[in-house]
């Protein structure tokens, strides 16, 4: 068998191109093939976006670009098979000796698609390489943007999709001094609910699309009652700041 190409998760960042880091850009400098999920969300337009703004248009334009399609769904017998059919069509890339990146928002195994086509590679091509790029988190991200630590010391800090439910949700308040809720535009109203409940509004401040041009940071959080807010935002709660 012919020298088998490398997977390559890598992260490109919250959105600026600019957080693009230099493992990353020389990553997708170098591989023939660059590979995003799509399920028809806009996250995963961005991410080849965020490459358009780091890479030079012509370099891009000779590279091969995977669309692969991954929903957005909780059904488990869905997701298995169209990770498995994604995983696939990179198992033959890398057959024919080539590279593949596939680019993600953020970092490539925090929250993302690309943790779990890495164990369906192995048990497809158990001897592909695999490796991983890490990436600027929109959380960390979101911190810079409004100028506050997420811990100190000995605090400490928890990430939750705000989606799991408000009870953990709850929990999670009660045993942290920092919380970034994620993917809170669904449950916005519930949240500020909660917030009131257990007098934190004061302590949260609501970042949507943090490091990119038209991000926007709302201190006053419960001016967004009732509002439609955008796919890509958060929240951090941090008591006592």
Known sequence: MSKLGVLYGVGVGPGDPGLIT????????????IAMPDSGREGDSVALTVVRGA????????KEILKLYLPMTKEAGSLRRARLDATRVIA??????LDVAFITLGDPLFYSTFSYLVPLL???????????????TSITAASASIGAPLTEADE?????????????????????????????????????????????TGMA?????????GEEIVRDVE???????DYFSMMIIRKGA
């Open 156 to 200: 400490s800090v928890a990430v939750v999709p705000a989606t799991y439910g408000m009870e953990e949700i709850r929990n999670a308040l009660e045993h942290h001094d920092t919380v970034v809720l994620m993917k809170i535009n669904k449950v916005l109203d519930g949240v500020l609910n909660l917030l009131g409940e257990m007098g934190l």
């Open 92 to 97: 033959e890339c890398l057959k024919e000796g």
């Open 205 to 213: 401040v609501y970042i949507g699309r943090a490091s990119w041009p």
């Open 122 to 136: 192995k048990e497809i091509l158990p001897e592909a390489g695999v490796a991983t790029v890490s990436g600027v």
């Open 223 to 229: 001016s967004l009652r009732g509002r439609k807010v």
């Open 55 to 62: 890479l030079d248009e012509g370099l891009l334009d000779k």
């Open 22 to 33: 230099f493992n990353a850009f020389r990553v997708l400098k170098a591989v023939p093939v």
